[in-house]
């Protein structure tokens, strides 16, 4: 998402829907323009794609090509990412450089292993209510901050004991305000929101402008 603007209920469902959770249900669904539009936009096939990209090929061996959907059947092959995405890069030569992919690799295997957790922990439960998280990173001011969100439906027992159908609870960590978290809860239509800080110049700062939160 970018902060510039106000994503609104429609981009925060997107991003959803993009955020990894749901690749390989795309995948499974059968060829078609929806399709692939899907997976052109989702992070954990893209990020896929990318670690594949940057992987050294073998000596002496060409690239192969690279596919995410078996054409004859339109069954997902192993970590392939979507086949829109195969834009096969050129790792250069220069050590300097190669180190830095092989660094640029890693965050990216991170950042995989970060959304196959994700997936597990949003995995149906039975008799449990769903649960999702993930993380939803944000475009502000040049640099890309990541807000992790779960999201779960009332669980059996809370209508009767006056707690709210619906939560969020939203974590971030700033340079500027450090690790803070944020539980929003939505009981009809009514928002309530309780904030977490763990520096004390942070609750201050909460404390201070306390009106324009609220507004």
Known sequence: LDARGTPGVMGLKQALTDSGLFLEAKLAQPASSATSAALATDLKGTLLKLFDDLQPPAAGTPAPADSALRPETGAPLARAPPAQLSVPLALPEDEAVRASTADLARQVDGALA????????????????????????????????????RIE???????????????????????????????????????????????????????????????
């Open 114 to 149: 970060r959304i196959q957790v994700n997936q597990l922990v949003s995995l149906p439960a039975e008799n449990a209510p769903p649960v999702w998280v993930f993380e939803l990173p944000v475009r502000q001011d040049g640099r890309t901050d990541v807000f992790d969100l």
């Open 153 to 215: 439906p009332y669980r059996a027992g809370d209508r009767e004991e006056g707690r709210s159908p619906w939560t969020v609870v939203l974590a971030f960590d700033f340079e500027e305000l450090g690790p803070v978290t944020a539980w929003l809860a939505l009981s009809r239509e009514q928002v309530s929101t309780t904030l977490w800080a763990q520096r004390p110049q942070t609750v201050r700062l909460f404390t201070d402008h306390m009106a324009e939160l609220h507004a």
